[in-house]
């Protein structure tokens, strides 16, 4: 990827890093505003969080794997000031959000 944005002039490739941190910035913020509703509806309906905890596990993981693919996809792809420009939320910061559901 760095070989095809040295191609770009500088403002292309800006523009293209801060689109890809929008659309990271858009799915974290989404992840955090519906998490809660989507947990608060599970506890009203199965009211059991042992139940809770293991219907929510696999779509937790899947999160995971997903943000922790794009971090191995960054790191190949992208210079580490692209990757501060496109701001992705940390494995850490991403599991602490997550770990609401426990």
Same mark, same amino acid.
């Given at each position: $990827?760095? $070989? =095809?944005? =040295? !191609?770009? /002039?500088?403002? #292309?490739? &800006?523009?293209?890093?801060?689109?890809?941190? /929008?659309?990271? %910035?858009?799915?974290?913020?989404?992840?955090?505003?519906? !998490?809660?509703?989507?947990?608060?509806?599970?506890?009203?309906?199965?009211?059991?969080? /042992?139940?809770?905890?293991? !219907?929510?596990?696999?779509?937790? &993981?899947?999160?995971?794997?997903?943000?922790?693919?794009?971090?191995?996809?960054?790191?190949?792809?992208?210079?580490?000031? /692209?990757?501060?420009?496109? %701001?992705?939320?940390?494995?850490?910061?991403? &599991?602490?959000?997550?770990?609401?559901? #426990?």
């Amino acid at each position: $990827m760095e $070989m =095809f944005l =040295f !191609l770009w /002039d500088t403002n #292309k490739v &800006n523009f293209f890093l801060a689109k890809v941190g /929008d659309l990271v %910035a858009s799915v974290y913020k989404t992840i955090k505003t519906k !998490l809660p509703l989507t947990l608060r509806s599970m506890s009203l309906y199965l009211s059991n969080k /042992d139940t809770e905890f293991i !219907l929510f596990k696999p779509v937790r &993981n899947n999160i995971q794997q997903v943000f922790q693919k794009f971090h191995v996809l960054l790191k190949e792809e992208f210079s580490p000031e /692209d990757i501060q420009i496109i %701001a992705c939320p940390s494995m850490e910061q991403l &599991n602490l959000l997550l770990s609401v559901s #426990k």
